[in-house]
């Protein structure tokens, strides 16, 4: 079936639960009020990265940043001149492409990045539990290495913004190795004829309600 473009989001899913994976990103028949059902935590997560991008930008826009407590966190990032929600895209052949491009292989969203040749800095604002994972800022690397190949040197953080602060620094430069480990996952994922039903703790929260795993509610 077809799987792309990919994104972090996807192989996140699909690792959790395949069927989740398929019903939210292939067949996409899940009803609208159900994907946001009990969701208020992701909707509220969307508007706190459209307020700061805002805020970085110098933008007033309807979404404002109304949280001032986290100006000690997020104004370094800021006057280090980050670039807010930059779009990337990655082909087959691992050149850059644009986010909507009909080539667009895989593809990320970079919450604030610092680009200075050969060397740059993500940051990924979070809003919920403290979860350090690694993989998601490698793949926001390998896709922001396409499009500035002459990065040798990338560095990656979480932002906990409840806790006002960063989390634990990764060295995500080994690019190399995260494009071919996820071409591989994205591979094995294409020849995937079950698609099946993985019961795990995130049940609780699943939209897709008529699997007799989901546990919405109960």
């Known amino acids: 079936m077809p799987v792309v473009p990919w994104s972090y989001s996807f192989i996140s899913d699909y690792s959790n639960c395949p069927h989740k994976a398929l019903r939210k990103y292939v067949t996409k028949d899940i009803p609208k009020e159900?994907?946001?059902?009990?969701?208020?935590?992701?909707?509220?997560?969307?508007?706190?990265?459209?307020?700061?991008?805002?805020y970085i930008r110098g933008s007033s826009q309807k979404v404002a940043f109304d949280k001032p407590e986290w100006l000690p966190i997020i104004d370094p990032i800021k006057a280090s001149g980050a670039l807010p929600e930059a779009e990337y895209g990655i082909t087959l052949d691992r050149q850059?492409?644009?986010?909507?491009?009909?080539?667009?292989?895989g593809r990320c969203k970079v919450d604030a990045c610092i680009i200075r040749?050969?060397?740059?800095?993500?940051?990924?604002?979070?809003?919920?539990?403290?979860?350090?994972?690694?993989?998601?800022?490698?793949?926001?690397?390998?896709?922001?290495?396409?499009?500035?190949?002459?990065?040798t040197t990338i560095f990656g953080a979480y932002v906990w913004l409840q806790d006002l602060r960063v989390g634990e620094q990764h060295d995500v430069s080994n690019t190399d190795r995260c494009w071919n480990g996820t071409k591989a996952f994205i591979e094995n994922?294409?020849?995937d004829e079950h698609w099946f039903k993985k019961p795990n703790p995130l049940c609780s929260w699943c939209p897709v309600k008529d699997c007799e795993f989901n546990k919405v509610g109960k």
């Open 117 to 151: 040749p050969p060397v740059a800095f993500i940051f990924d604002w979070k809003t919920g539990k403290v979860r350090e994972d690694k993989r998601e800022l490698a793949i926001q690397a390998t896709l922001l290495h396409a499009a500035y190949p002459s990065l």
């Open 34 to 54: 159900e994907t946001l059902a009990g969701k208020s935590k992701m909707i509220e997560g969307i508007a706190t990265h459209k307020a700061i991008e805002n």
């Open 189 to 191: 994922v294409q020849k």
């Open 96 to 105: 850059a492409c644009g986010f909507w491009d009909d080539e667009c292989y």
